[in-house]
Each structure stands twice: as C-alpha cells, then as structure tokens.
C-alpha cells in the first residue's frame, strides 16, 4: 500500500466522520426547535407537570396534566391539543396519591402500577 493509497483512505474516514457529527449536531439542534417535542422536565416552581401518557397511535395520546390544583385530560396529536375533561377530585386521586408517595389502597381486583409490579419482580429474582 503507498502513502497516497494511505492518505486517500484516511481523507475518507476523517470525511465520514465529519458528515456523522455534522448530521448529530443537525438533529440535536432540530430536536430542540421541534413545536411537538415533549421533554418530561418539572417546570422550576412546579405548578405544570405531565402525570401520565398514554400513547394510542402514531403522533397520538392521552395525557393527565396537572395545572396548579386542576387536573386535565388532554388528547394530543401532531397538530393540536383538546381538553377532554377536567377530572374531579377523586378521579385524580390516583395521581395525587403517586406524587405524595402514598401507595394506591391495592384492594382485591385492583390493578397495581406497571413499575410496582417491577420492581417487586427485582426483588424476587435477587432473592
């Protein structure tokens, strides 16, 4: 192999890795300018936070969100945002009982959360 065999090659590699960063810092700046991109971050006093989502399609779901002492029900898609209802103090308690820590009262017949049956799944195995 001669040093201009080695120097083409080496041309093509740092060019590949050019156009690769060039195409992360691309969608990295895109995904930030994106109106439909949901980051799950609390807001710093805390007032607006997203509960739950639940997806139902592509660019489709449900939402609880909590909005100060309100609790909502939005449905959302690519394009818009509708309220569907705003739930009363009981349907919502669910949700105020996870944020306080407060377990779910798990009677008979009552579903326990996805990450609660997990974890107790982790503590099985480790035993």
């Not at 002492?69 to 690519?78: A, D, F």
């Not at 326990?112 to 035993?127: C, N």
């Given at each position: ?41 609390r807001n710093r006093d805390g007032r607006l ?50 944020e306080t820590g407060v377990s779910p009262g ?22």
């Open positions: 192999m001669t040093w201009a065999e080695i120097g083409t090659l080496f041309g093509m590699l740092t060019a590949v890795v050019v156009i690769l960063l060039l195409a992360w810092l691309f969608t990295r700046y895109l995904a930030g300018r994106t109106p439909g991109a949901m980051r799950f971050s936070r997203l509960l739950e989502r639940m997806p139902l399609g592509r660019e489709q779901y449900l939402a609880v969100v909590r909005a100060g002492e309100t609790y909502l029900l939005l449905g959302v898609t690519g394009s818009q945002i509708t309220l569907l209802r705003e739930l009363s103090a009981e349907e919502a308690s669910a949700w105020t009982e996870e798990g009677g008979p017949g009552v579903p326990i959360p996805f990450r609660d049956a997990l974890r107790e799944v982790w503590k099985q195995k480790k035993k």
